[in-house]
C-alpha cells in the first residue's frame, strides 16, 4: 500500500513569510497528526484529526500556526508568519485508530 | 511536554552486540510503542507492547515493559550496521503519543 506522502520535502524560507506543507496519509487511516522535530529532539505533537475534526491541538502555537483536513483525508499545515524557531522537520504521520502510525518522510524547513 | 525519556541518550557498540535502550515515562499508559528513525528520515514503528503484557518479541527485538516502575527496555540482539539509528519510545497519554528525546545507537562494522 503507498504511504503517507508529504510535499514539499525541503523549503527554505526567510522570517516573517508564511509556508505550508501537505500531507497525504494512507487510504482508510482515520487520524491524522502533524508533528514538530527540531534537531536532536524527539517529535513533539502540533495537532491530531480525527476524521475532520480536530482532537488535540494544545501544543499548536495558535498565533502562527493554523492546520485543516478537509473532507477528512488529506490535511495542510501553515506557519504565518515564520520565526527563526521554526526551523524544523514537519512530520505527518497516520493511523486507523490509535495504535501504529505511520510517517512520511517529513518536510525540513529553515527559516533564515 | 515529553512523556517517555529514553536512556542512554547516545549508544556506541561494535556489529554483532546487544544493544539496550531504556524509556522511562510519568503517567499511565494504555499501550508503549518504539519507533526508529535513521537520519533525516521518517520515523518508523518497530513494535508496541500493552499495559497488560510484560514482554514481546519481534525477530531480533525484544521488548519489556514493567509498569510499576513505569518503564520499558528495547533490547536489539546481534546488532547489525544497518541498525544504526535513532529509537524513540512513545507513550499514549490519554488521547495521543508523547514521544522521548531518543537513543542514538551507532554500530560500528
Known amino acids: 500500500e503507498a504511504g503517507v506522502a508529504q510535499s514539499p520535502r525541503y523549503k527554505i524560507i526567510e522570517k516573517r513569510q508564511s509556508v505550508a506543507f501537505w500531507c497525504n496519509p494512507i487510504s482508510g487511516h482515520a487520524t491524522l497528526y502533524w508533528y514538530q522535530q527540531i534537531l536532536g529532539q524527539g517529535p513533539k505533537l502540533l495537532i491530531q484529526f480525527q476524521n475532520n475534526g480536530v482532537v488535540d491541538d494544545s501544543q499548536l502555537p495558535k498565533d502562527r500556526f493554523s492546520a485543516e483536513r478537509l473532507k477528512g483525508v488529506d490535511s495542510t499545515l501553515k506557519i504565518q508568519p515564520a520565526k527563526l524557531e521554526d526551523s524544523a522537520v514537519y512530520l505527518c504521520?497516520?493511523?486507523?485508530?490509535?495504535?501504529?502510525?505511520?510517517f512520511g518522510p517529513g518536510t525540513r524547513l529553515t527559516v533564515l | 511536554s515529553q512523556q517517555g525519556e529514553e536512556d542512554p541518550q547516545a549508544l556506541s557498540i561494535q556489529e554483532g552486540e546487544n544493544a539496550t535502550m531504556n524509556c522511562s515515562y510519568k503517567?499511565?499508559?494504555?499501550?508503549l510503542q518504539w519507533y526508529r528513525q535513521n537520519s533525516g528520515r521518517g520515523l518508523v514503528h518497530l513494535i508496541l507492547i500493552r499495559s497488560n503484557e510484560r514482554e514481546k518479541h519481534s525477530g531480533r527485538l525484544r521488548v519489556t515493559l514493567d509498569t510499576s516502575k513505569k518503564s520499558s527496555s528495547l533490547l536489539i540482539t546481534a546488532s547489525r550496521a544497518a541498525d544504526t539509528a535513532s529509537y524513540f519510545c512513545?507513550?499514549?497519554?490519554?488521547?495521543?503519543?508523547?514521544f522521548g528525546a531518543g537513543t542514538r545507537l551507532t554500530v560500528k562494522p
Open positions: 503517567t499511565s499508559i494504555n499501550n
Open positions: 512513545a507513550t499514549d497519554a490519554e488521547r495521543d503519543m508523547r
Open positions: 504521520a497516520s493511523s486507523f485508530g490509535l495504535d501504529t502510525q505511520y
